[in-house]
T-cell receptor
């Protein structure tokens, strides 16, 4: 049974700092992995999707990596800004499956 | 429309009543997902549609929950005989599932409160 864990559960950093959010999963047979952000009271916004055959994806100040063999993904945020404050969620879909399994999220607060 | 829409945005109902939640996916998206997010909890997968068929209903918590999708577009999630533990935000997402590019686009959700 696929399980997704995110560490840390919460993080507070000063503006401008680079930071790394961690996601681990128990079953390496994944179809893809996605990172989302969720703002309070809002739906989810997709940040990056990494296909099973890929190692990383980049968008602006965000970089996500995937290591299937170790069951890990990281989301790197460069030069953090107060507007980055949100909950960041990692999700995987298993190979041949449809069910999306989400981690519990990392709540990020960037202080001005 | 430009994004995924859901209606109603808020629904308050009494225990034992039936409710219907609606999701309008992005035009052309073949895949549609329903999730539930309870207060302080993570997202819980409910059901997945590919076109009008639901190959994975494994997340539906009980037989009081059902969902359908018509015309490969609009989907309705129905909860019969609602219970207080059904109170949550119900989120819908759609995607163009092809070749691993299964980026899911989420709607704003329906907040259901069962009194």
């Amino acid at each position: 049974k696929q399980e997704v864990t995110q560490i840390p559960a919460a993080l507070s950093v000063p503006e401008g700092e680079n930071l790394v959010l961690n996601c681990s999963f128990t079953d390496s047979a994944i179809y893809n992995l996605q990172w989302f952000r969720q703002d309070p009271g809002k739906g989810l916004t997709s940040l990056l999707l990494i296909q099973s055959s890929q190692r990383e994806q980049t968008s602006g100040r965000l970089n996500a990596s995937l290591d299937k063999s170790s069951g890990r993904s990281t989301l790197y945020i460069a030069a953090s800004q107060p507007g980055d404050s949100a909950t960041y969620l990692c999700a995987v879909i298993n190979t041949g499956g449809f069910k999306t399994i989400f981690g519990a999220g990392t709540r990020l607060f960037v202080k001005a | 429309g430009a994004g995924v829409s859901q209606s109603p945005s808020n629904k308050v109902t009494e225990k034992g009543k039936d409710v219907e939640l609606r999701c309008d996916p992005i035009s052309g998206h073949t895949a549609l997902y329903w999730y539930r997010q309870s207060l302080g909890q993570g997202l819980e997968f409910l059901i997945y549609f590919q076109g009008n068929s639901a190959p994975d209903k494994s997340g539906l918590p009980s037989d009081r929950f059902s969902a359908e999708r018509t015309g490969g577009s609009v989907s309705t999630l129905t909860i019969q005989r609602t219970q207080q533990e059904d109170s949550a935000v119900y989120l819908c997402a759609s995607s163009w599932r092809m070749g691993g590019t299964d980026t899911q686009y989420f709607g704003p959700g329906t907040r259901l409160t069962v009194l």
